[in-house]
């Protein structure tokens, strides 16, 4: 029984240790997906009858909404609050 | 009589020709020399017409669809743009390695006047046809033995639009989600 755990350590051990390795393999970083760059549209020049404008309008928005589900844990209404207060701060001033 | 002899000798005369420029290794074939200019124009004209009558049948669909642009993008960037470049980039290794180079799909095709395609519809024609059957002895492939002709299509959609996009478009469009 003993020695069938240690075998059974080593095994994992060994298994864990060299998936690592796999996944630091440097060809996997060559060509790594690029998320969109949404924050570089020229929304002032946009012609939302060019397909060329609709096809980014949806790349961005399907975007936007994986990126929400994915950080579930960020607060937005809470930076909507800070945002709201600075400016009313600056009103003040 | 005399002019059946006289073609069988000029035939036996044109394939010992041929046979000592084959076997005599006087042909260079590396690609960092150019074809003098008679070979290429020959090259040239036998390539367009070939190109030209065999897409002159070819049925092309709507291409309007924003959606081809999506799918024609993320494929153009992963399976092109090596050799055929994108906007804001003017050279690749394989741009100025390979020969006959692979033309810049990012500029316009009134910049290069070797290529009078006719009307819209033709151009697409033809570039679907390119891209699926390739092009023989250079160093464009037949990515129809891989891919359907709805996936060719979507690249045709995109290259159409591809010279006018700044690179901040490219990006956005080629972009993997």
């Known amino acids: 029984m003993k020695t ?11 298994l864990t240790l060299s998936l690592a390795a796999n996944a630091h393999d440097p060809s996997m970083h060559v060509k790594k997906a690029k998320k969109a760059n949404c924050s570089k549209m020229d929304h002032s020049n946009m012609d939302m009858n060019d397909p060329v404008a609709i096809a980014m309008m949806k790349k961005c928005m399907k975007q936007a909404e994986a990126d929400k589900k994915a950080m579930p844990g960020m607060a937005h209404s809470k930076m909507k609050k800070a945002e709201k207060k600075d400016a009313h701060n600056e009103h003040d001033h | 009589m005399k002019i059946v002899k006289l073609i069988l000798l000029l035939a036996v005369l044109g394939i010992g020709g041929g046979a000592t420029v084959m076997y005599s290794g006087i042909i260079n074939v590396a690609a960092d020399e150019p074809h003098s200019d ?26 309007s669809d924003p959606e081809l642009l999506l799918t024609g993008g993320a494929d153009y960037e992963f399976m092109c743009a090596t050799c055929h ?27 290069h006047k070797d290529h009078e395609h006719g009307d819209a519809k033709q151009a697409a024609g033809q570039s679907f046809w390119v891209i699926k059957h390739g092009i023989k002895a250079s160093g464009m492939p037949a990515w129809g033995k891989t891919h359907d002709d709805q996936r060719i299509w979507a690249m045709v959609a995109f290259i159409k639009r591809l010279p006018k996009l700044t690179p901040e478009q490219y990006q956005i469009l080629t972009a993997i989600d």
Request: charged content about 15%.
């Open chain 2, 38 to 63: 008679l070979v290429y124009w020959l090259l040239a004209e036998t390539r367009e017409n070939s190109i030209k009558i065999a897409a002159q049948n070819i049925e092309v669909p709507d291409l």
């Open chain 1, 4 to 14: 069938l755990t240690k075998i059974a350590l080593a095994m994992i051990s060994t």
């Open chain 2, 85 to 111: 470049l994108k906007p804001g980039q003017s050279e690749s290794d394989m741009s100025l390695g390979l020969y006959p180079a692979p033309p810049n799909l990012a500029v316009s095709n009134d910049n």
